[in-house]
């Protein structure tokens, strides 16, 4: 079947195969491998991308479902060469080790900001109860939300 | 200073590309034709394979080949190799089984390779994999550590009765046996230490490609140690020559140990796509990785740690079962030996000390190192031993450590138990801790806590734990097949940049960084001209991979000898250029000078005369600016650490919160904060979800309970607090820079820590043990029966 959609700010369609899930279309499909599969049980979070601005694990959507939808992944985050304020704030607080949860981290932490512009620890620790970290421990990355957070206040 | 050189919180360069998801992990890797790989996995746990059948499967729609352990045999592909080999005290070998890369006529754990589709795509593959039937008749099962080596449990291979690989020891028993008995005190714990799951974020992949016409086998694999993987599996199992055999490792998702081994996956995806002339790929799911990664720890004890009447350590004895699962991995032996009980002095003066450890098979997953490997599994034992001790004989548990630490000025100190400590200075550290972790104050704390109707309890751990892998003549007597060195290539370019090989490769530690600030501090040149190359052993160095706390004290060091060598040779070309004799030149900051004059050439200028020598000493000197350099220590190193945790315990629920956790490292010298900092994060995190969350839990048949993320308790933001960190510096005499391992000291120190502040909070309730982890049912439990108990 065919989807069509915007990804990253631009048009684009994909024949696939029903079952196929958004993630693996955005990987297998159209060569976006920065949105990682880290389990097979929508906990890790490692895929999450955003879909009409909301934050969405794209291993649990289908391709189909995100017909007409404008989809964003961490290749569509930075404004060209400048990266997005969350970041430049993940690199400034070493809050990645491996890097491979980071994409799916930095996705999360900026739809928790467009929620909660000031979010504290404890907000953002349990809005994180979704995206799982074996790296760093979670300090460094807690810092950078709260941090990138205040520099998209401005 | 050298803003971007050793000591400086440089942030890293590879993060550019992980930010913009621009990062290349092996599944993002796709080459020209290549097929796909689905494996077909016991269900049972132990089983006889009666027959495989690949007929429906090999009929399906874009199947290639459906490839089964019979085939395997045929081809005569060798089985899974070993590198470690442990000599029991009776002089024998220890048990090696033979693990066929794919089963044929036996099956002993769930998830072991049964066959593999290799087909068009992956969703074909994975399809027809559920059509190969396959007829099991189930064996009963061995499964619980303590009782595999039980005259009645069943027996997973002849050549091993009852279920022992090796028994081994250390140390000489009876006059510990006689301190034990004749001590004014003696502390005994019985105690498991949990089996984990390494779960690093990015699962194993694996692409493997044949070029029929030059005999070339390349293998694209999520690999810690590439040369190792090549090694192993070129040599022992597909008998594929190591010059015609590549192996490469882009960015690597975390490894924690897991990623060390060349599992059976690569093998049969090597030999499958040299069998077909084909390239095939291969990428783990989750539940495959519960399944097939080694496992870590599961071990169970019994130690007594004997003391005068001042408390004073005299004697430490120890009886381990440590589960091996149903084969050797590749560095199982080691584990519950050599990297286990040889930390049993821990910080401390104990002259005396016996350790027994019998390995058992059982049929789960094989078992091998995970972040600390071993020392963990010690650490949680000595200090878990030692905290009780003082409660019993009613002492404070700092004081009694106080008592008991080697003195400073002891170094070089020789354990009873083979290890030479390098450097320390333990009531420094400790001291260091307590100010941080504001002790002082804790009563009022605890008070607070009361008052909000929870229980706030204090535990202590001060880790120690031997990096830096290793003295290779010292790991070849103790059973080693392997050398242990590092090596490095430091190589200017003609335009004065610098690309540096190292043969440890990173995967999350940030050597792009690190080993950069070393050669930009040695070299006076810019940090952004230096690049390192890791990870393909066709484009670098001879390597032995990272793991162990390695890489900086042993790969870094390489990378100095190799920066000495390039100043070495810069010094003659400097003089011919300078019309000066070689021993007056001097190197400072990227320059070389004539001594007593104000003549000066920049090592760029050197590199470009050696590159292009119209002006050079050809008849002396080889053209060229490019060195290379292998190190391998004369010991081991000893970081240490102290670690101050404070949990709250919610009576009502059996919840408890990490609340504080101080940690003050001693990594030696520091060549990047920031990276010790997250390092020293990440590990305590792992040690914490040791002790709170994590249990690899498998039913009496051998069915692995906690097989994917609903079930396996990972640490998750909210289950842990924010840290205070610090760090003392006392330099490692052993290396060029000083420095001590820190990957591991987190994961090693964080678990007793934990269950001691557990303990402390369940106090009142008469509790003195309790186990990993404490879930929030165990401590209600303990709760209960301590109240039960307090009541009759």
Known sequence: MNVSLTLNGAPISAEIEERTLLVQMLRDDLGLTGTHVGCDTSQCGACVVHVNGESVKSCTMLAWQADGAEVTTIEGLANGGELHSMQAAFREHHALQCGFCTPGMIMSAVDLVSQNADPSEDEVRAWLEGNICRCTGYHNIVKAIRAGAAAMRG | MNEKGIGAAVRRVEDQRFITGAGNYVDDVNLPGQLFAAFVRSPHAHADLASVSTTAAAAAPGVRAVLTGADVAADGVGGMPVGWGITQPDGSPMIEPPWPIIATDRVRFVGELVAVVIADSRNAAMDAAELVEVDYASLPAVVATATAAADDAPQIWDEAPGNTCFVWEIGESAPVDEAVSQAAHVTRVELVNNRLIPNAMEPRSAIASFAPATGDLTLHCTAQAPHAVRLLIGAFVLQQPEHKFRVISPDVGGGFGSKIYPYAEYAVICWAARRMGATIKWTATRSEAFVSDAHGRDHVTTADLAMDADGRFLAFRVHTTANMGAYLSAFAPLIPTYLYATLFAGQYTTPQIFCQVRAVFTNTTPVDAYRGAGRPEATYLLERIIEKAAYEIGLDPVELRRRNFIAPDAFPYQTPVALLYDSGDYAKTMDKALEAADVAGYAARKASSQSAGKLRGIGYSLPIEATGAAPSAIAGQLGARAGLWESAELRFNATGSVTVFSGAHSHGQGHATTFAQIVSDKLGIPFENIEIVEGDTA???????????????????????????????????????MEAAAEDIEFEDGNFTVAGSDKAVNIAEVAFAAYVPHNYPLEELEPGLSEQAFFDPMNF????????????????????????????????????????????????????????????????????????????????????????????????????????????????????????????????????????PATPERVWSAMQSGQAEAAE
Do not use: W
Not at chain 2, 548 to 576: F, P
């Open chain 2, 539 to 577: 484009n670098g160095q001879m390597g032995m991979g990272t793991f162990g706390s390695r890489s900086l004290s042993v790969g870094g060091s390489a990378i100095v000898k190799a920066a000495d060598k390039i100043i070495d040779k810069g010094k003659k070309i400097a003089a011919h250029l």
């Open chain 2, 637 to 772: 190193n000893f970081p240490y650490a102290a670690y101050v945790c404070e949990v709250e315990v919610d009576p009502r629920t059996g919840i408890t919160d990490v609340v504080k956790f101080t940690c003050v490292d001693d990594v030696g010298n520091i060549i990047n904060p920031l990276i010790v900092d997250g390092q020293v994060h990440g590990g305590v995190v792992q040690g914490i979800g040791q002790a709170l969350l994590e249990n690899g839990v498998y039913d009496n048949e051998g069915q692995l309970l906690s097989g994917s993320f609903m079930d396996y308790t990972m640490p998750r933001a909210d289950n842990v607090p924010s840290f205070l960190t610090d760090v003392t510096e006392t330099p490692c005499p052993f290396n060029p820079l000083g420095v001590k391992g820190c990957g591991e000291i987190g994961a090693i120190g964080s678990p007793p820590a934990v269950i001691n502040a557990v303990i402390n909070a369940l106090s009142p309730f008469g509790v003195t043990d309790i186990e990993m």
